[in-house]
């Protein structure tokens, strides 16, 4: 079968890239398919529930147009670089253009070993895949940029973790697989004029609106700062950890990538590290922003060779550049964070501290984060403890409130609690509920899996029946909870 697929990636970067073959799997079956997401992309869910499309998404059967193949990379994982990483458990297959004329790559996770993978298996468990699928699609309806999941297939092997457990293929899509480590790999590896290659790629790929631009390298170094600015504010406003924020899984496209030991906040905790390997807190919650920059910094010394101008220098451009990060990270942060408040009078830089010390109430109180938002606007509904109950400092917050419902002025608090609730989610995927569902379906019950999938990809809308979807976790679970890389 022909899938449709193009090769831009294999016909304009040869010499960083290896080709590779799925394995094939002794016994595939599908898990979980996507059909909006395949109707997207021009693919006919029918046909990818048929034998024959089954046998596709598991690695058994290559489409006809597909030209697996390993993509190369480098990167600073936890600060340390590593000159050779790339793609050890994962092959993309090509390229489709979707129903909105967008370019996206189509890969496979856990297909098999390649010539990356150094002593790994090239696998992945259906328990992250699952894992990968939820979070990630729960991550779009809320709004974050984002790889998805198009489908899991289970293989029929059973693969050694922190457990044995059943095999699978999830098929991931990206609006590119173009990291932060291409470019280190190639600034290292290649020449000037390779590097000039995979810029100019980028450009046109993602910004193409810098293509005729005389300085667009300068152009895509600012482009990419902008759109991580952007990105990192829209994880901190959801409550999202990432956990391995290392240079390989920063996307030049501004997607979110690479769900591995990531976890949503439970309750409010700016130093919260779910990761077993995130020993030293590198990537804990309120890490991210300063983590962005230096990874966006480990960009622009990769893009030196290209950035000298007439007057500056191109340390001073990479700098000047960089230093971009924070103010337009602040301001979409607030704006964010002012939204999820109900607040719009001007100025917005009033309203910083107002948010700031919700913060810090929210810290010391550990409250729920996600909950929180929700209660607000509850209480304005009339609700006077939804959030007020939960806390121990009744002055504190007592005071704050009336600061806060001071700023909202005489707005109609009706209106201000419905906007609010469509920026504050009732659902996510809370990890104990994650934790449960991928137990059941790795007993092959789906059922709690597909309930929470239902929720979260709806996650602004109460159901009715929904109350277990919107509670905190047990206090027992969420100072226990760790997330591990290879899950
Ligand atoms: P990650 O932490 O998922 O970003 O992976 C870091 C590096 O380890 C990448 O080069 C992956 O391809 C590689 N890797 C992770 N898991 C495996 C595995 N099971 N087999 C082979 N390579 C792997
Ligand atoms: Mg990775």
Not at 454 to 460: E, M
């Amino acid at each position: 079968m022909r899938w449709g697929f193009e090769q831009t990636y294999a016909e304009t970067l040869s010499g960083f890239y290896v080709p590779g073959v799925p394995d094939v799997a002794p016994a595939p079956a599908l898990v979980l398919l996507n059909d909006a997401l395949a109707i997207e992309l021009g693919l006919d869910p029918d046909h990818l529930r048929s034998p024959a499309g089954v046998a596709e998404l598991a690695g058994s059967t290559v489409p006809d147009d597909a030209r697996p193949l390993a993509q190369a990379y480098a990167g600073h994982q936890f600060g340390q670089f590593n000159p050779i990483l790339g793609d050890g458990r994962a092959l993309l297959l090509g390229e489709l253009i979707d129903a909105h004329g967008r370019r996206r790559d189509i890969a496979f996770k856990g297909s098999g070993p390649t010539a990356f993978s150094r002593r790994g298996d090239g696998k992945a468990v259906l328990g992250a895949a699952l894992r990968e699928y939820v979070v990630g699609e729960a991550m779009h309806a809320l709004g974050v940029r984002t790889t998805r999941a198009l489908a899991v297939a289970s293989t029929g092997e059973q693969i050694r973790r922190e457990r044995v457990e059943p095999g699978a293929v999830l098929t991931r899509v990206a609006a590119s697989h173009l990291r932060v480590g291409t470019f280190e790999l190639v600034r290292t590896r290649g020449s000037v004029d390779q590097l000039r290659t995979l810029a100019d790629y980028a450009i046109e790929r993602h910004y193409p609106e810098l293509v005729d631009a005389e300085d667009r390298y300068r152009g895509l170094l600012g482009a990419v700062v902008a759109t991580q600015a952007d990105l990192i504010a829209s994880w901190m406003a959801v409550g999202f950890v990432h956990g391995v924020m290392n240079t390989d899984n920063m996307t030049i496209s501004g997607e979110t990538i690479d769900y591995g030991p990531c976890a949503f906040l439970d309750r409010y905790d700016a130093r919260a590290v779910f990761s077993s390997i995130d020993t030293g807190g590198r990537y804990q919650f309120g890490n991210q922003p300063p983590i962005a920059v230096w990874n966006l910094s480990r960009f622009a010394e990769a893009l030196l060779p290209l950035l000298a101008g007439q007057t500056e220098t191109a340390v001073e451009i990479a700098t000047a550049e960089v230093e971009r990060f924070y103010p337009l990270f602040d301001a979409s942060w607030l704006g964010r964070m002012r939204a999820k408040l109900g607040l719009t009078s001007a100025p917005a830089e009033a309203d910083r501290e107002l948010v700031a010390e919700l913060l810090t109430l929210m810290q010391s109180e550990r409250l729920d984060f996600t909950g929180t938002w929700r209660g607000l606007s509850r209480s304005l509904r009339g609700d006077l403890d939804a959030v007020r109950g939960t806390v121990l400092d009744l002055a504190a917050f007592d005071a704050w409130q009336e600061r806060w419902r001071t700023r909202l002025g005489d707005r109609d608090p009706l209106v201000v609690a419905a906007e609010m609730d469509r920026v504050n989610a009732a659902y996510i995927p809370r990890n104990h509920l994650v934790e449960e569902a991928l137990e059941a379906a790795r007993g092959d019950d789906l059922g709690p899996l597909v309930l929470l999938l239902d929720k979260v990809t709806s996650p602004y809308d109460e159901q009715p029946g929904g109350e277990a979807y919107a509670q905190p976790a047990p206090a027992d679970f969420t100072d226990a909870y760790v997330t591990y890389c290879g899950t």
